[in-house]
């Protein structure tokens, strides 16, 4: 059986805890690797590692550090078959979602890359006789980063290369449910030339994650995850004075208005909402139709839901892989099994799939269910998984008053052909991330990532400015110098003295 070691120091290092997790084929369903769930002591030799490198890296130069991500961002390019394969086999999204998620993550590695602009101070000269103020970003120190099973390689690629730019080192603790991708991001960051240290992964569960929102010598803390661990995340942190954005879960609405392309609706929500067997935060898992067009509307999506492959993900024919566990595949069927009783109308059933020859693979199909009330659980509770609620609404304003009545915020979409809908769509709705005739509007790097309400906790998105922001602290310098022709007697320094 593989083991995964942790990467403290620039190197790989042995789990000494004595405790271990199972990594599953989810495909399969067979264990494949362990994984070290780390103990304090190892958190805090991480942290150490960590503490020392940014002695050094936090007074480096611009010049030395964009040249590593420069190198870094090439081999990552030459190796993005061999992360998207360590996706597939430990998370079990095909290879094309996985290729996906790491191109994804190289637009904030090239975001890295041109940090020389993003640092750039403020000048006001002569604010006063022979005073300059400017202002002026620097690093943190040692900052955290804890992320989710749903996209091992891109989440992490959010946090630490925008961390590393800005002069801080970094220590990364993954999901223990698919860690590899993160180890081999480390290594190929070393080999770019990347200085021990700066760069570390520990492996773990909640005692890995305490320990990280305890330590002294960490000044901030990033995490992607659902909202009920993001709130603990943000509490824990905050109250040991660090800095923290924590991403929360998600419940995304698509608003359809009687006038939109249906056949472009219904290809954009079967895309969002079945996408990487729904393991997304950006998923759309609820549809709102407007007026009439619902029967239309949930035909149409049915028709193309029916025909998705799900497979292997290693399959090249393969549209949808499984979900991560047994026990997550379990959960998300019994949103489809209790739906009918709580008034909705199954119009599929996907609690019943297998893939002949992975009969254990965690396999579940696509569900679609109609007419779904508001205060059922398919409807309030994230789901993470293959199923899309439809609810109706008669006007307009019905659909905004309930996409708005959620306690998410995260991201949204309203499909219609008219611009003037659309403006007072984008401009009323109560999310971070708004698309229009765009399901799922991730912003590209240089644009912030976040949400509202119970999708964020902490002030700064992830990535673009917020998160240069975020992994630096400003410092504003007030100086005044005298003139030259002021000096002492006796000082000459070749300035006239009637100046």
């Known amino acids: 059986m593989k083991t995964v070691n942790h990467w403290i120091g620039g190197k790989a290092v042995e789990g000494?805890?004595?405790?271990?997790?199972?990594?599953?084929?989810?495909?399969?369903?067979?264990?494949?690797?362990?994984?070290?769930?780390?103990?304090?002591?190892?958190?805090?030799?991480?942290?150490?590692?960590a503490k020392e490198a940014y002695a050094m890296w936090g007074t480096s130069s611009l010049a030395q550090r964009t040249g590593i991500l420069f190198r870094y961002r090439a081999l990552l390019d030459a190796h993005r078959d061999d992360i998207a394969a360590l996706i597939t086999a430990e998370h079990g999204k095909v290879h094309s979602d996985a290729l996906?998620?790491?191109?994804?993550?190289?637009?904030?590695?090239e975001l890295a890359c041109g940090i020389t602009t993003?640092?750039?101070?403020?000048?006001?000269?002569?604010?006063?006789n022979r005073v300059d103020v400017s202002a002026i970003r620097q690093p943190l120190g040692v900052v955290a980063g804890i992320t989710p099973f749903n996209f091992p390689a891109m989440v992490p690629m959010w946090m630490f290369p925008l961390a590393i730019a800005c002069g801080n080192?970094?220590?990364?603790?993954?999901?223990?449910?698919?860690?590899?991708?993160?180890?081999?991001?480390?290594?190929?960051?070393?080999?770019?030339?990347?200085?021990?240290?700066?760069?570390?992964v520990v492996h773990g569960d909640k005692v890995a994650v305490d320990a990280l929102l305890a330590h002294p010598d960490i000044s901030a803390i990033s995490f992607v995850g659902s909202t009920p661990i993001a709130r603990y995340i943000h509490t824990t942190a905050s109250a040991n004075?660090?800095?923290?954005?924590?991403?929360?879960?998600?419940?995304?609405?698509?608003?359809?208005?009687?006038?939109?392309?249906?056949?472009?609706?219904?290809?954009?929500a079967v895309s969002a909402a079945y996408g990487s067997a729904g393991e997304r935060c950006m998923a759309i898992s609820a549809v709102v139709a407007?007026?009439?067009?619902?029967?239309?509307?949930?035909?149409?999506?049915?028709?193309?839901?029916?025909?998705?492959?799900?497979?292997?993900?290693?399959?090249?024919?393969?549209?949808?892989?499984?979900?991560?566990?047994?026990?997550?595949?379990?959960k998300v069927a019994s949103y489809v099994t209790g739906a009918a009783a709580q008034g909705a109308e199954v119009v599929l059933d996907g609690t019943g799939y297998t893939v002949d020859g992975f009969e254990d693979g965690h396999w579940i199909g696509l569900s679609l269910l109609d007419k779904v009330s508001t205060d059922s659980d398919a409807y309030r509770d994230e789901i993470f998984g293959p199923v899309l609620c439809v609810l109706r609404a008669e006007t307009y304003e019905e659909g905004v008053d309930l996409i708005n009545a959620s306690p998410f915020g995260n991201g949204t979409a309203i499909f219609t052909r008219d611009g003037g809908a659309a403006r007072r769509f984008q401009m009323e709705i109560e999310a971070g991330m708004v698309g229009v005739n765009v399901p799922i509007p991730v912003p590209v790097g240089y644009h912030s990532f976040g949400g509202w309400k119970d999708s964020l906790f902490g002030?700064?998105?992830?990535?673009?400015?917020?998160?240069?922001?975020?992994?630096?602290?400003?410092?504003?310098?007030?100086?005044?110098?005298?003139?030259?022709?002021?000096?002492?007697?006796?000082?000459?320094l070749g300035f006239p003295r009637n100046h």
């Open 100 to 109: 996906g998620e790491v191109a994804r993550g190289l637009e904030i590695v």
């Open 459 to 492: 002030d700064h998105h992830i990535y673009g400015n917020d998160g240069v922001h975020f992994y630096t602290r400003g410092k504003v310098v007030t100086t005044r110098w005298p003139d030259p022709s002021d000096a002492p007697a006796g000082v000459d």
């Open 169 to 200: 080192t970094f220590v990364l603790k993954p999901s223990e449910k698919d860690p590899s991708a993160s180890n081999l991001l480390a290594e190929l960051a070393t080999e770019a030339g990347l200085p021990d240290g700066v760069l570390n």
């Open 16 to 49: 000494a805890s004595g405790n271990w997790g199972p990594v599953t084929d989810p495909a399969s369903g067979a264990v494949t690797t362990q994984v070290p769930l780390a103990s304090v002591e190892e958190v805090d030799a991480a942290v150490s590692a």
């Open 290 to 330: 407007v007026s009439s067009i619902a029967d239309e509307l949930v035909q149409k999506i049915r028709e193309r839901a029916e025909k998705i492959k799900i497979g292997p993900g290693n399959d090249p024919t393969s549209e949808m892989g499984p979900l991560i566990t047994k026990a997550h595949r379990d």
């Open 241 to 268: 004075h660090k800095r923290v954005q924590a991403l929360g879960g998600a419940k995304n609405h698509m608003l359809v208005l009687p006038d939109a392309d249906l056949d472009a609706a219904a290809d954009a």
């Open 118 to 128: 993003q640092l750039k101070g403020e000048l006001s000269t002569q604010v006063s």
